[in-house]
């Protein structure tokens, strides 16, 4: 049998019919790509049928070397060609203006995309917990709410009602409480709540807990009377902790996910992932996406505008909006970021 060849190192974003039949090519020959046009003869390699389930836009492997196909999984970006950089300096690109100017914590960019420092947010109270919102629908979010939670001390109980949360331990030592049942972390864990149960955060003593919450869909905090003792046990494991060993490559990045559908989540996943200093090229998502910014300085680029990112930072990203994300300092970015919906975050396309 024959090696497929590579149409292209990146996926092709078609939009399917709900109930036709399709033909991938898998054999990179075709010139109809992304699908079959019969020129896999005598290489032993056969397209891949498949019936669209629903009509919706799709990423259909250009590599070739998915093990997920028809569809993209990322493959790509460990290819030749798969991971391109930019040029920051590049005449085009500093032509760019840098944006400066502030909308209350929020400087925004192109597209709906937008930069929040979480430490400039209004928070409000609800006895020891200080809270406030960062990312909702009023912002341009379809898929989430997001918020800060900070504790000093033990809180009241909080929940998202019927929608489910993702969790980041964004720095402290301490206990979070889930419906009653107790579960120790530490900073750069990720935790996953299920619907209707409440969360207490508990620091340890003489430390403070600052997390981030994700709830999806979008919802509100709720303060009820007690705590929940509803704890679904059926996903035991809550808590998710950085293991080196979980990396995946993604070109000159790597990744560890999170909290994903291992742990319960329905439909948005967790990552921790670095980028070295570099600007890659300027890329797009079918999935929307939040950074939080845990170390190192960059710069978030869309078409015509950019703006400084640093620690603490927290991005948020419309679906399908061009953007590249560049770390400018020697140690490199790390973040943690949300994709919803999506379990992939090593999945891209270029146009
Ligand atoms: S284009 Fe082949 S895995 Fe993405």
Request: net charge neutral.
């Amino acid at each position: 049998m024959d090696s497929p060849v590579v149409a292209q190192p990146k996926p092709y974003l078609v939009t399917l019919e709900r109930g036709r039949a399709y033909f991938w090519c898998a054999c990179g020959r075709s010139g109809r790509q992304p699908f079959c046009d019969g020129s896999h003869k005598d290489t032993g390699i056969e397209p891949r049928r498949f019936v669209a389930a629903r009509t919706e836009e799709v990423l259909l492997c250009g590599c070739k070397h998915t093990r997920g196909g028809p569809f993209c999984d990322g493959a790509h970006t460990n290819l030749p060609g798969g991971s391109p950089l930019d040029d920051p300096d590049s005449p085009a690109n500093r032509a760019i203006p840098l944006v400066t100017e502030t909308d209350g914590p929020r400087r925004w960019l192109d597209g709906g995309c937008f930069l929040i420092r979480p430490e400039a947010a209004p928070k409000a109270c609800c006895g020891s917990l200080r809270h406030c919102r960062i990312v909702g629908t009023e912002l341009g979010a379809r898929h989430q709410t997001q918020f800060l939670l900070e504790a000093e001390g033990g809180t009241p109980p909080v929940s998202v009602g019927v929608s489910e949360a993702i969790l980041l331990v964004s720095s402290g030592r301490g206990e979070l409480v889930l419906s009653g049942r107790t579960f120790p972390v530490q900073a750069r864990d990720g935790v996953y709540l299920r619907p209707r149960e409440t969360l207490e955060l508990v620091p340890s003593p003489g430390e403070s807990l600052k997390v981030f919450l994700l709830a999806s869909p979008p919802a509100a905090l709720e303060w009820p009377a007690g705590r929940s003792d509803h704890f679904d046990g059926r996903f035991p494991q809550r808590v998710v902790a950085v293991d080196p060993a979980q990396r995946t490559g993604m070109g000159p990045r790597f990744f560890q996910i999170l909290v994903d559908k291992r742990v319960g989540s329905g439909v948005a996943t967790q990552f921790i992932g670095h980028i070295p200093r570099s600007k890659a090229a300027p890329h797009r998502h079918l999935y929307e996406e939040t950074l939080i910014v845990l170390s190192g300085r960059g710069c978030m680029w869309t078409e015509t505008r950019k703006a400084a990112v640093a620690e603490g930072d927290v991005i948020f990203l419309p679906r399908k909006q061009l953007h590249s994300l560049e770390a400018t300092c020697a140690e490199g970015l790390s973040v943690v970021g949300v994709i919803c919906p999506g379990d992939n975050p090593s999945i891209n396309y270029y146009d």
